[in-house]
């Protein structure tokens, strides 16, 4: 396992990135949405370095490679309960990766009427990238590999690690990639 980022730089990069959501939005009504598991983490902190009041909600998606959820369909397990109706929303999750998960959450949400819908992910890795979206703010480029730590999990282990590192194993397959 090697670090790619550690938390020092992580909380740098969260800072900043608050800074310009903070821009962004402002004068408008934000709510914050979460997808968890992943999100929890860099959620809790990017919503305390945001500088305006905003609601908070979390959603659970099947991931892509489950038994339950054959590839490319995306179940929501879990939806929010706030009503985003006319208000900004922020889609914020661990990893853009396919994108497939978020932007197939993101053209649901859109059916609820909210004044618009952007994402922030963590990291952006583009290398596997199908959809057609991009995440409008994120933390750190990759091009491809898997990373844990920061709320990213590898078969549900590392999340709580403090750093985001990169997990050198080729024993990685589509089960346990979500
Ligand atoms: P997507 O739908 O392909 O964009 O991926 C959605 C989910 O796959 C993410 O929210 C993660 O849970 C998982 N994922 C993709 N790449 C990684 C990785 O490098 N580390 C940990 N989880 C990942
Ligand atoms: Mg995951």
New binding site residues.
């Given amino acids: 396992m090697k670090v790619i980022h550690p938390a020092h730089e992580i909380a740098q990069r969260v800072k900043t990135l608050a800074q310009e959501i903070t821009k962004t939005y402002s004068g408008c009504e934000l709510t914050v949405i979460g997808?968890l598991k992943?999100s929890f983490i860099f959620l809790s902190d990017l919503v305390r370095a945001i500088d305006m009041p905003v609601q908070i909600d979390f959603a659970t998606l099947s991931?892509?490679g489950n038994a339950d959820c054959p590839q490319g369909e995306v179940k929501i397990l879990h939806d929010i309960k706030l009503n985003i109706t006319g208000r900004h929303v922020l889609l914020v999750?661990?990893?853009?990766?396919?994108?497939?998960?978020?932007s197939a959450y993101k053209r649901y949400l859109e059916q609820k009427g909210p004044a618009s819908v952007r994402i922030c992910t963590m990291v952006n890795?583009t290398h596997?990238r199908s959809a057609a979206i991009q995440p409008d703010f994120y933390g750190f480029l990759i091009e491809d590999?898997?990373?844990?730590g920061y709320g990213?999990?590898?078969a549900e282990q590392y999340r709580a690690l403090p750093d985001i590192c990169v997990l050198e194993t080729n024993s990685i397959d589509g089960e346990e990639?979500?």
């Fill in positions: 997808i992943g991931s892509y999750d661990d990893i853009l990766d396919t994108g497939e998960s978020l890795k596997r590999g898997f990373v844990v990213l999990d590898y990639y979500a």
